[in-house]
């Protein structure tokens, strides 16, 4: 079982910048691909960001591509996601992902409010 816990959103203008935070409970987060996914009001959740269990490879949405940076720290249980160059498009409820394809265990955290006002 593992828990997310996710912290850092909050309200900025176009052109800012936010950094949010993943807490991860369990022995075993560096066993996990651990994500970033946002679903906008109206609107399906979808792929921001993705980090491999050792932090060797990344995966960006291209719509995020440039401007954001996933990075994780295996030994803080902790994944971020730096955002910059922030606009109003990116405004969203921001999910923490932890995906263990061969165990097939996927967990989400609660999510955390992203507004970037224009």
């Known amino acids: 079982q593992v828990q997310l816990a996710e912290s850092g959103g909050g309200l900025v203008q176009a052109g800012g910048s936010l950094r949010l935070s993943c807490a991860a409970s369990g022995h075993t987060f560096s066993s996990y691909t651990m994500g970033w996914f946002r679903q906008a009001p109206g609107k399906e959740r979808e792929f921001a960001a993705a980090?491999?269990?050792?932090?060797?490879?990344?995966y960006y949405a291209d719509s995020v591509k440039g401007r954001f940076t996933i990075s994780r720290d295996n030994a803080r249980n902790t994944v971020s996601l730096q955002m910059n160059s922030l606009k109003p498009e990116d405004t969203a409820v921001y999910y923490c992902?932890?995906?263990?394809?061969?165990?097939?265990?996927?967990?989400w955290g609660q999510g955390t409010q992203v507004t970037v006002s224009s």
């Open positions: 992902n932890a995906d263990n394809k061969q165990t097939m265990k996927s967990y």
């Open positions: 980090i491999s269990w050792s932090g060797t490879t990344t």
